[in-house]
């Protein structure tokens, strides 16, 4: 019983890593546009700010289905 619970959660912690690995390397990614051209920061802030919801929504998502 607690070899499956510690399971289940070590599912749970590589979901919410792989989704912060994401969310990562989309700031990182975002800043570098900017850095290369200020004139872009409106698009490139709104399609970040996509992709981070979308690495978060399929986290919580794993988090529901594993638990």
Request: hydrophobic fraction near 65%; proline fraction near 1%.
């Amino acid at each position: 019983m607690m070899l499956a619970e510690l399971t289940g959660n070590v599912h749970i912690g590589l979901a919410f890593g792989g989704a912060a690995i994401g969310i990562g390397i989309a700031a990182a990614g975002a800043v570098v546009a900017i850095g290369r051209n200020p004139g872009t920061f409106g698009k490139v802030f709104t399609t970040m700010l996509i992709g981070m919801a979308l690495a978060e929504g399929l986290a919580i998502l794993a988090w529901i289905v594993v638990k």
